[in-house]
């Protein structure tokens, strides 16, 4: 029989497998962020993952990145854990909807409020989730004035307990956090440490600062600042940059200069499936128009009469571009209110070049 000693020293060294201890003694789970990072390592390239983008990361879109090109890791939008715990939750597991195929995914959440954030991770984790990331970069002022998104920047402490929190609630998952560089300056030196001394398995910096919104262009600088603080502290949490990405080469090379882990890539995707495919060099406009069309069917399927149809058209304005006769498909297809219409309207112009006019619909 064992002894309680050497029953307590194999546990021990169960939990050392999967997780390491920071210097303040939180433990972390790494979980699918170790392969991640370790296939980067031995490929000697940083991984890339999609942003979470507030109507643009759903379902829909995510499965066109599987079958076109995929990133490392897949991230939904931001999804409220209040509005999770509530009555609202039926609507907001629309945000959650995934695919096995999209694996590994990290779902997004925001709350200033630990114990919803607890019992929202608890919900994530037992619907299959890869990860748990928490939102503390958000502008948007209705998610400030809950005290999430960037305001967290301001009030340490309770970041600090919402991260907690989390960890609780997914115990076996991992928790990452995604920020700024400040909320309205260069706060990195007081700001990171915080986040980090919870022990997440990755921090996502987004080098601008809250008030900057998307206004001047990221300075990736600030990602070395990160992984110094990160590598004083000698723990593990792998540090992604973010901001003004605009193709896998460019990505490749800020991470090497800076020395970030990982690159993630937000509105340089939109309208391009084919981003991460190294190896597609040129898009024409017929792939790009029936991308557009294959892109709204799947929205039907997947989320058509649960989500307004108006989210397909900021895809349209990405899509249809720089070739001849792009600014009259784009009006053409703004005025669509179904997929059918929308795969009307591109067989048309692929077949004459052409854009059908819309009938005028008489109300009786
Ligand atoms: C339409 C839109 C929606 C966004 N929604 C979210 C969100 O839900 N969660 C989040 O953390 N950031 C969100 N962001 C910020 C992006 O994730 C990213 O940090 C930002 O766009 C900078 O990266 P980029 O320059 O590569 O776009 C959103 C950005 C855009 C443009």
């Given at each position: 029989m064992n002894s309680p000693k050497s029953s307590i020293k194999k546990k021990n060294s169960k939990v050392q497998k999967s997780t390491k201890l920071t210097t303040t003694n939180n433990p972390i789970v790494m979980g699918f962020?170790?392969?991640?990072?370790?296939?980067?390592?031995?490929?000697?390239?940083?991984?890339?993952?999609i942003a979470p983008m507030s109507d643009?990361?759903?379902?829909?879109?995510?499965?066109?990145f599987v079958k076109y090109g995929k990133p490392d890791v897949m991230w939904t939008e931001?999804?409220?854990?209040?509005?999770?715990?509530?009555?609202?939750?039926?609507?907001?597991?629309?945000?959650l909807e995934y695919s096995k195929t999209e694996r590994p995914i990290v779902a997004q959440l925001f709350s200033s409020n630990p114990d919803k954030m607890r019992e929202a991770a608890r919900?994530?984790?037992?619907?299959?989730?890869?990860?748990?990331?928490?939102?503390?970069g958000c502008p948007?002022?209705?998610?400030?004035?809950?005290?999430?998104?960037?305001?967290?920047?301001?009030?340490?402490?309770r970041a600090r307990e919402v991260i907690r929190a989390a960890k609780e609630g997914a115990p076996n998952i991992p928790v990452s956090v995604k920020t700024r560089i400040g909320y309205s300056k260069n706060e990195i030196a007081n700001?990171?440490?915080?986040i980090l001394e919870e022990?997440?398995?990755?921090?996502?910096i987004h080098c601008r600062t809250r008030k900057e919104m998307s206004l001047v262009p990221a300075r990736w600088e600030h990602v070395a600042e990160v992984v110094a603080i990160r590598d004083r502290m000698n723990i593990p949490t792998i540090v992604i940059g973010n901001g003004d990405i605009t193709s896998l080469r460019q990505g490749k090379e800020l991470a090497k200069q800076y020395g970030a882990d990982g690159v993630m890539v937000g509105r340089g995707i939109f309208g391009n499936p084919w981003f991460f495919d190294a190896k597609k060099k040129k898009i024409t406009t017929e792939e790009k128009i029936k991308a557009l069309v294959e892109h709204t069917t799947l929205f039907d399927k997947t989320l058509g009469g649960k989500k307004n149809f108006a989210i397909m058209k900021k895809h349209y304005k990405a899509y249809v571009n720089g070739f001849d006769g792009a600014r009259?498909?784009?009006?053409?297809?703004?005025?669509?209110?179904?997929?059918?219409?929308?795969a009307e309207v591109a067989r048309e112009y692929l077949k004459s070049g052409r854009v059908i006019e819309k009938e005028k619909t008489s109300h009786v």
């Amino acid at each position: 029989m064992n002894s309680p000693k050497s029953s307590i020293k194999k546990k021990n060294s169960k939990v050392q497998k999967s997780t390491k201890l920071t210097t303040t003694n939180n433990p972390i789970v790494m979980g699918f962020w170790s392969r991640v990072r370790d296939a980067s390592k031995r490929e000697k390239r940083p991984f890339f993952t999609i942003a979470p983008m507030s109507d643009v990361t759903d379902v829909a879109f995510r499965r066109m990145f599987v079958k076109y090109g995929k990133p490392d890791v897949m991230w939904t939008e931001f999804v409220s854990a209040d509005g999770l715990c509530s009555m609202g939750r039926e609507i907001l597991s629309l945000d959650l909807e995934y695919s096995k195929t999209e694996r590994p995914i990290v779902a997004q959440l925001f709350s200033s409020n630990p114990d919803k954030m607890r019992e929202a991770a608890r919900i994530v984790e037992s619907l299959g989730f890869d990860g748990i990331d928490i939102n503390m970069g958000c502008p948007d002022k209705s998610i400030e004035r809950q005290g999430a998104g960037s305001a967290m920047i301001k009030n340490p402490v309770r970041a600090r307990e919402v991260i907690r929190a989390a960890k609780e609630g997914a115990p076996n998952i991992p928790v990452s956090v995604k920020t700024r560089i400040g909320y309205s300056k260069n706060e990195i030196a007081n700001w990171i440490p915080h986040i980090l001394e919870e022990g997440v398995a990755a921090l996502t910096i987004h080098c601008r600062t809250r008030k900057e919104m998307s206004l001047v262009p990221a300075r990736w600088e600030h990602v070395a600042e990160v992984v110094a603080i990160r590598d004083r502290m000698n723990i593990p949490t792998i540090v992604i940059g973010n901001g003004d990405i605009t193709s896998l080469r460019q990505g490749k090379e800020l991470a090497k200069q800076y020395g970030a882990d990982g690159v993630m890539v937000g509105r340089g995707i939109f309208g391009n499936p084919w981003f991460f495919d190294a190896k597609k060099k040129k898009i024409t406009t017929e792939e790009k128009i029936k991308a557009l069309v294959e892109h709204t069917t799947l929205f039907d399927k997947t989320l058509g009469g649960k989500k307004n149809f108006a989210i397909m058209k900021k895809h349209y304005k990405a899509y249809v571009n720089g070739f001849d006769g792009a600014r009259e498909l784009r009006t053409r297809l703004m005025l669509t209110d179904s997929a059918t219409e929308v795969a009307e309207v591109a067989r048309e112009y692929l077949k004459s070049g052409r854009v059908i006019e819309k009938e005028k619909t008489s109300h009786v």
